[in-house]
């Protein structure tokens, strides 16, 4: 376990490891702050990337905080199965902490197979099974032979790290216990693994359809309506593109090195990086026709999407926002409200890496003043004031402190309802924009009520 | 008679660690930081929970627990989190909250807060309560109930002054299956008995919306002084059973006699509570309770045809199960096939069931098959959505609704309240079959 947290926290490709000394890296993987905190823990993380897998149970081995208060809330979209809503937990009490848990956990994996015949069962370890030396890898094997289903291990205590930690946690799993166990029936032409993308809201099934009329086959999908057994055999797959840029690099770099797979990273988010990704994919593939097929084809959907914008565009025009989300987003997303016409006062820069940052400085042309440190909710409104900016993006968590705020508001993050990804999700993000923008609900509520008016 | 089902695990859970509980109490005082000694992720995953569920800014932080070394542990960054929130956010108090991990490893509270005490006197002003909320024992209902008892064992001054001529002020100690609505009704009833009322914790005045400015922490909830007032009160009124710990430590402590409620919701207990009032204060009932009541009997007369024959089931934390579980059996007169709770606690175990289940949604599932419609929180859309059953969304969390909490289902308000929502389901049902 503790080789396993080295290993993935000096990931060579990680770019904010390659530029560090060796004392930097010795810190790799930045340390929350006690008292001034936000975001999860590696056990989040890890569930993120795997519990989207809906085919397959997932049993959380420890104390109730870690499922009570976390399952049946994925905005992920899946058709494969249903247990991404379900909760499974061993739901430890003092005696089976006292005396040891694995004989539950066993029977847990046994009455849930039995019950629900899942394709596959992962069990995740927390913080506190892992301290009291719960060994699921041994009883995921155990279990393995005996049911015969797969029965995957995931390291994930919550102290070991942050959610991105997690997200690697998950991406060792698969690596070491899902891919290349078992052969396709037939390869396709082009068979990509599509890695870092969780169908959130349905993002995939907007651009789905772009690569089904490339013909480029999304052999395996990790983890977005995925089904377990296509994640098996993801070692055929020709390429990987990596969606977001920082959390599941280590998996595509270890995909190369072992199955010899070659990777890139890619982003949906906005008609530009939607036609980099989609020809930088095809240039990968080594086909020039599929290149030629690309550019086609993003000609044809800007022509089609900017038609169907042009009611919405007007609205939008120089509109400023700020934006306060993280990692590929806090970059990718300013280029998709570009495309609209937007102009973005500020972005954030947490959980960016520096090659994240050097592209948030390469849209406000290298003015820092575009850099947003962390923030709580009152400095992010005091920014929205000083730069007199119409709007917010942020993620959920900030939702509430823009209505106390009276601004408006759009949500980019995982339990949102709404996708924004590729031609369909640009569409969508403009009509989200515009229908916050134009509400009259905020006119009606900054209006002072009639006892503070007065009569002068 | 109530049924353990024999499983090695939860399926579904219903339950909810008492770290939840703890925080939403905490959330119900006023400048006070909820502070979860453990790894970030069960304070994160807490924050949107109940963010989802209130709709609200829901303040807490996190000691972020991090590595090995520190689980083998010191206390430094139990420490620094303290140092860092006062720093921060220089709120009242602190609600400390423990969790599995720090229980597990055995962190001495007391040593290391009386520790933090000798290194930085400059905090001493800022009093910290701390809960020992373990998430491998009880409920969320148990954390409520801890955070509450622990805030006034910490914070109720020692020798309290006592004024015995007004017999006016009344301590109310708010169970957490009670909405912002629930509260407003009760706190307005007292008051117009001439009464004046500290509610603890108030999350109706905290959670329940408020757009006048932005916080970082709580605020409007119960604050420090009344904290400190209460114990100059006369009276005690617990709602819940598991605000009778609460209550206890207000008797022994201060003197305070109390009368617990293990429901409001009904008219037996609407009438109960008035009736005592009618008695504590001498005062004329006020016309608007008059008039409320009678909507509440006329809206359980209009509604009774179609409650006949119907069949339901329930799961929540014990005191919202045995609230609602009474009312709709014994008083709208619709069966109940499966009660499903999550600890040994209040008066449950009283219901008329077919089952009376220590369990979670799972077991929900498989023991309300003759149920016409379901009584949980949006953790069972997925499950009614397979079974074709009507959901009535109560407990927590409710993430897919708005409103739920300016529901009341206390006092008359609550019986008219109910008697159209549960009479709407029911005349539905009877609608759909009649075509």
Known sequence: ?456 | MVKIIEKPLAVNPLKKSQIMGAITAFLGMHRVMPLVHGAQGCMAFTKNFLTQHFREVTPMQSTAVFDIATIIGDDSNLHQGIANVIDKQNPDFIGLVTTGMTEVRGDDMKGSMFRFREKYPQYAETPVVSVTTPDFKGDAETGFASAVSATLAALLPIEPVRDYRTRKLINILAGMHLNAADIDWIRRVFEDFGLEVIVLPDISSSMGGQVTRFYTLPEEGTTIDMIHRMAQADFTIAIGGCMEQAADILLEKCCIPYKKFDSLTGITYSDELISWLMDYTGRPVPKWLKVQRQRGVDALLDAHFSFGGKVFSIAAEPDLLYSLGNFITREMGIKLECAVTTARSGAFEELEAENIIMGDLGDLEEYSKKSDFILANSNAVPMCHRTHQPLYKIGFPIKDQFGHFHRAFVGYAGVMQLAFDIGNICLSLDIEKSH
Request: some cysteine.
């Open chain 1, 1 to 456: 376990m503790r080789l396993a947290i080295q290993q993935l926290t000096e990931e060579p490709s990680c770019d904010h490891n390659q530029k560090k000394t060796a004392e930097q890296k010795k810190n790799a993987c930045k340390k929350p702050t006690p008292g001034a905190t936000a975001g999860g823990c590696a056990f989040d993380g890890a569930q993120i990337v795997l519990v989207p897998i809906a085919d397959a149970a997932h049993i959380i081995h420890g104390p109730m905080t870690c499922t009570g208060q976390s399952y049946n809330n994925r905005g992920t979209r899946t058709d494969k199965g249903s247990f991404h809503q379900y909760g499974f937990t061993t739901d430890l009490s003092e005696l089976d902490i006292v005396f040891g848990a694995e004989k539950k956990l066993k029977e847990s994996v046994r009455y849930v197979v039995e019950k629900f015949s899942p394709k596959a069962v992962f069990i995740y370890s927390t913080c506190v099974t892992a301290m009291s030396g719960e060994d699921i890898g041994a009883v995921s094997k155990e279990m393995q032979e005996e049911l015969k289903v797969p029965v995957i291990p995931v390291d994930s205590p919550g102290f070991s790290g942050s959610k991105n930690l997690g997200n690697k946690f998950a991406g060792f799993s698969l690596i070491n216990h899902v891919i290349g166990t078992r052969e396709p029936e037939k390869i396709p032409m082009f068979p990509i693994n599509l890695i870092g993308e969780y169908n959130i809201a349905g993002e995939l099934y907007q651009v789905e359809p772009l690569f089904e009329e490339l013909g480029i086959t999304l052999f395996s999908k990790m983890t977005g309506n995925a089904g377990y057994d296509e994640i098996c055999h993801a070692h055929r797959s020709k390429l990987s593109v990596v969606i977001c840029s920082q959390a599941l690099i280590s998996l595509a770099r270890q995909m190369k090195d072992k199955y010899e797979i070659p990777f890139m990273e890619g982003s949906f988010y906005g008609m530009g990086e939607t036609r980099k990704t989609l020809v930088k994919i095809a240039e990968n593939l080594g086909s020039d026709i599929l290149k030629k097929r690309a550019e086609e084809l993003c000609d044809r959907k800007e022509k089609e999407t900017y038609e169907k914008l042009a009611p919405y565009l007007p609205i939008l025009k120089g509109k400023r926002v700020l934006v306060y989300t993280g990692g590929v987003k806090s970059w990718s997303v300013l280029n998709q409200l570009e495309e609209l016409g937007m102009e973005v006062v500020k972005s954030s820069t947490r959980k960016s890496t520096e090659d994240d940052i050097a592209r948030i400085l390469e849209y406000f042309e290298g003015n820092e003043d575009g850099l947003m440190p962390k923030g709580d909710g009152k400095t992010i409104l005091n920014l929205m004031k000083q730069y007199d900016a119409h709007l917010l993006l942020a993620g959920g968590r900030n939702m509430y402190n823009a209505m106390k705020g009276k601004v408006p508001f759009v949500d980019v993050n995982q339990e949102r309802h709404f996708a924004f990804a590729g031609y369909d999700g640009t569409l969508e993000l403009a009509r989200r924009l515009v229908y916050t923008l134009t509400s009259p609900v905020f006119e009606v509520t900054t209006r002072p009520a009639p006892w503070e008016v007065s009569f002068g």
